[in-house]
């Protein structure tokens, strides 16, 4: 059974940084690109990053880009997404999910991000 | 990249059908025949429902199809059960992105 677990959600002031974790489980990591979607509070939905399979090519959002890496693991089947430099308006649920040649097929139930003072 | 525009809301009683549509542009949905769409009870997290316009995920009934004309993408939900009620989001391959729309609350009346 296809798995992704976020964790690393918190509570981090404006201008820290915050390390999130996607770990996964019940499917070949490395043959897989994975994204990372995030979800204001009451709002849609907002891609945010991707990182390819084995050969780790990586794309960001504008809004987040040179503030947030996206990294893997690929021993421990692991991905990662470092945040730094925060916003209150990077304030969302985080979200990893597999991505299928074009949609995401399997999501992690999501991660709290609360940047405020 | 903007976010794809959706109604904001749509409802129908048990039984109709509804259709939800999905407005982008020729750099991504007008693109690229990589529209999906997803929906989300409150709480829990997206769920596949529609991939490749209008191809339907292992035990996603077929009662939900999607079409695609121009830049614009269309999910449709025919005999509305009560267990539609969520919200839906549509999404498309952006060419080294993605970009989902605004979602929208289906009510079942």
């Known amino acids: 059974e296809v798995q992704l677990l976020d964790s690393g959600g918190g509570l981090v002031q404006p201008g820290g940084s915050l390390r999130l974790s996607c770990a996964t489980s019940g499917f070949t990591f490395t043959n897989w690109a994975i994204s990372w979607v995030r979800q204001a509070p009451g709002k849609g939905l907002e891609w945010v990053s991707a990182i390819g399979g084995s050969g780790g090519g990586t794309d960001y959002a504008g809004s987040v880009k040179g503030r947030f890496t996206v990294s893997r693991d690929n021993s421990k089947n692991t991905l990662y997404l470092l945040m730094n430099t925060l916003r209150a308006e990077d304030t969302a649920v985080y979200y990893c999910?597999?991505?299928?040649?074009?949609?995401?097929?399997?999501w992690g139930q999501g991660t709290l991000v609360t940047v405020s003072s | 990249q903007s976010a794809l525009t959706q109604p904001r809301s749509v409802s129908g009683s048990p039984g109709q059908s509804v259709t939800i549509s999905c407005s982008g542009t020729?750099?991504?949905?007008?693109?690229?025949?990589?529209v999906s769409w997803y929906h989300q009870h409150p709480g829990k997290a997206p769920r596949l429902t529609i991939y490749?316009?209008?191809k339907r995920p292992s035990g996603v009934p077929d009662r939900f199809s999607g079409s695609k004309s121009g830049n614009t993408a269309s999910l449709t939900i025919s005999g509305l059960q009560a267990e539609d009620e969520a919200d839906y989001y549509c999404s498309s391959f952006a060419g080294t992105s993605w970009v989902f729309g605004g979602g929208t609350k289906l009510t079942v009346l």
């Open positions: 020729s750099s991504d949905i007008g693109a690229y025949d990589y």
């Open positions: 490749d316009v209008n």
């Open positions: 999910a597999r991505q299928n040649t074009g949609y995401h097929d399997y």
